[in-house]
């Protein structure tokens, strides 16, 4: 993304996107604020939408077990009754359904993708699904201290531990390639989940190649493990390769999701929190998903930027829209175009001829330019 003088000027910056993430699936209840029976879940929703979210990344819990859910009944069940409590927010479903363990010795791991292929059948439709592009290690715990796992069922449990240490995210071509097709069929959006800038780059190639042709809403996933950690010089970088047109949050974990929204929201980005993600204000003080939401809110109306309503966020997103071309993908998301047979040298879309500026008013010199005012 480019950013000229007057960027950061909090008025000239899209409203911020707040993603809530209150379904915590690496946590069972007691750990956090999870929600488990169907009113608490949807509750959860409804209490972060009027905090200021109006993007709801989505787990689904089985209230009779507390665990998550792969009963895709369940699936359609939940959404249904989201629809009807908060029919304005943007509905995202976790594409990385189902991966805690049940029990200590069993693994974390994705389901396989015939399974995963199921969410792009959801009825009723969710906005978006997630999805994962190239698979890697996704070692959660990874980054984590004694302090962030304290008074959890992390905490003193090896066995419980090192069946999340072992979590890879299962994204390879054979996925994401049938996986795309699926959700523009059904019409669903997709919501790309990704670690590090050369998935970015992964992206761009099936944009380039017409395997993908919409518009770009992503998120970088800092969580470690396996994907890029708390270094700002990464996400910077991420930031600069993300295409201008695109629609880009960030993502952290623990204690580390605070000072990366906190960036995003001065950067003109949007920003993702919740109990997913992270379950401490400071050291040793829980945080509930609802209040992260309104720390966030508050941080931006202080700023001088404005939190998007929902409205603001389905056309920042580009719900239900797709593109016809690769042509028409790379232009709307403000990228260079393909290089045509033979054609030499940078490649850049055609104008329309006119004379710009500086070709009246300089003499080649950059100094003359910026000093000759326009007439």
Same mark, same amino acid.
């Given at each position: 993304m480019e950013f000229i003088d007057d960027s950061l000027y909090p008025e000239n910056m899209d409203p911020l996107i707040i993603t809530a993430a209150p379904y915590g699936p690496s946590w069972i209840p007691g750990d956090a604020d999870i929600p488990v029976t169907w009113k608490e879940q949807v509750q959860a929703a409804i209490d972060c939408y009027n905090a200021g979210a109006t993007h709801l990344h989505i787990h689904v819990r089985n209230p009779a077990t507390g665990q998550l859910s792969k009963d895709f009944e369940q699936f359609n069940e939940f959404i249904g009754m989201l629809r009807q409590a908060v029919p304005k927010m943007i509905l995202s479903v976790g594409g990385s359904i189902s991966f805690a363990p049940k029990t200590d010795e069993a693994k974390a791991k994705w389901l396989d993708y015939d399974t995963r292929h199921m969410l792009t059948e959801l009825d009723p439709k969710p906005d978006q699904v997630t999805i994962a592009i190239g698979t890697g290690m996704m070692d959660l715990l990874q980054m984590w201290s004694? =302090? =962030?796992i304290k008074g959890t069922h992390l905490e003193n449990n090896e066995k419980a531990q090192q069946a999340w240490a072992g979590l890879w995210a299962d994204a390879g071509p054979a996925f994401y390639i049938e996986h795309l097709k699926r959700l523009r069929a059904n019409g669903i959006q997709p919501y790309f989940m990704l670690g590090y800038v050369h998935q970015l780059e992964i992206v761009e190639r099936l944009i380039r190649k017409g395997l993908y042709m919409g518009p770009l809403n992503h998120c970088l996933v800092a969580i470690g493990g396996g994907a890029c950690g708390r270094n700002p010089f990464d996400w910077m970088e991420y930031l600069r390769r993300s295409p201008q047109g695109s629609v880009l949050s960030w993502e952290n974990t623990m204690r580390g999701v605070i000072p990366m929204c906190a960036m995003a929201v001065v950067l003109g980005i949007h920003c993702r929190l919740g109990n997913e993600d992270n379950i401490?204000?400071? /050291? @040793?003080?829980?945080?509930p998903s609802v209040k992260q939401v309104e720390q966030m809110a508050r941080l931006s109306e202080a700023y001088g930027r404005k939190v998007a309503t929902a409205e603001e966020a389905h056309k +920042?997103? /580009?719900t239900g829209v797709w593109y016809d071309s690769i042509d028409e993908t790379l232009k709307e998301l403000g990228m260079t175009p393909n290089r045509k047979s033979g054609e030499p040298g940078f490649v850049t879309w055609e104008t329309v001829g006119k /004379? @710009? +500026?500086?070709?009246?008013?300089?003499d080649s010199h950059p100094m003359a330019y910026c000093m000759v005012a326009a007439e």
């Open positions: 004694e =302090d =962030d401490w204000r400071v /050291k @040793g003080e829980r945080f +920042l997103m /580009k /004379k @710009g +500026l500086a070709a009246e008013a300089s």
